[in-house]
């Protein structure tokens, strides 16, 4: 079982960049499937991107695709998310994810089972 920290979040204004971090422990984090989810205020939690062991396998959902971009660094055993020409709807709690997935074979939308406790992103407009 991973251990999964967010931070980075924070209040920013509408055209601005703000990058998270997601810290792992207690597992190999190289062979997990990595995720980025957000929860807005009377919303239900949403797929944001995913990015495979494999660094150059991700994928986003069409609201951020353009905007945001996950990479990980597998010696830090950190996953980021970098998000520009913030919107005020990406304003939300923004949690990592993570499955154990070393042939990457599991579908990167959905089915994670490990769960960090968020950080909140407020962006003003």
């Known amino acids: 079982q991973v251990q999964l920290v967010e931070s980075g979040g924070g209040l920013v204004q509408a055209g601005d960049s703000l990058r998270l971090s997601c810290a792992a422990s207690?597992?190999?984090?190289?062979?997990?499937?990595m995720g980025w989810f957000r929860q807005a205020p009377g919303k239900e939690r949403e797929f944001v991107g995913a990015i495979r062991r494999s660094e150059k396998i991700t994928d986003y959902a069409d609201s951020v695709k353009g905007r945001f971009t996950i990479s990980r660094d597998n010696a830090k055993n950190t996953m980021y998310l970098q998000m520009n020409s913030l919107k005020s709807e990406d304003t939300a709690v923004y949690y990592c994810a993570a499955r154990w997935d070393p042939r990457m074979n599991y579908p990167v939308r959905y089915g994670y089972d490990n769960w960090g406790q968020g950080t909140q992103v407020t962006v003003s407009s």
């Open positions: 207690g597992g190999t984090f190289a062979l997990y499937t």
